[in-house]
Nanobody, 124 residues
Framework: QVQLVESGGGLVQAGDSLRLSCAAS????????LTWFRQAPGKERQFVAA????????HYADSVKGRFTISRDDIKSTIYLQMNDLKPEDTAIYYC?????????????????WGQGTQVSVSS
């Protein structure tokens, strides 16, 4: 089993930065795809960024390319999301998730392990 705990959210103004963390526990951390999703009120959960295994490929949603950076520390079993130039449209609860189905990393349905989420609110 994998347990995931997010932290680092907060209330910021447009143009500010935040760094989210997701601490993981359990076996096989290095072989999982580790992924950030977000969900705004009244919206479906949306893919943000993924890193596929230790040293694996990285993928971003078009809406965050050039602003967000995902990384992982396999020694600390932690993934990060550095968010720069935040916009009001980034306001959402941010979740980290893990799956061994690397080919399906962009699909919510592929994930069996989720954190509880951390709130990011960006004002104009």
């Amino acid at each position: 089993q994998v347990q995931l705990v997010e932290s680092g959210g907060g209330l910021v103004q447009a143009g500010d930065s935040l760094r989210l963390s997701c601490a993981a526990s359990g076996r096989n951390f290095s072989i999982f795809a580790l992924t950030w999703f977000r969900q705004a009120p009244g919206k479906e959960r949306q893919f943000v960024a993924a890193i596929l295994g230790s040293g694996g490929s990285i993928h971003y949603a078009d809406s965050v390319k050039g602003r967000f950076t995902i990384s992982r520390d396999d020694i600390k079993s932690t993934i990060y999301l550095q968010m720069n130039d935040l916009k009001p449209e980034d306001t959402a609860i941010y979740y980290c998730a893990a799956t061994a189905r690397l080919r399906d990393y962009m699909y919510v349905s592929a994930y069996g392990y989720w954190g509880q989420g951390t709130q990011v609110s960006v004002s104009s």
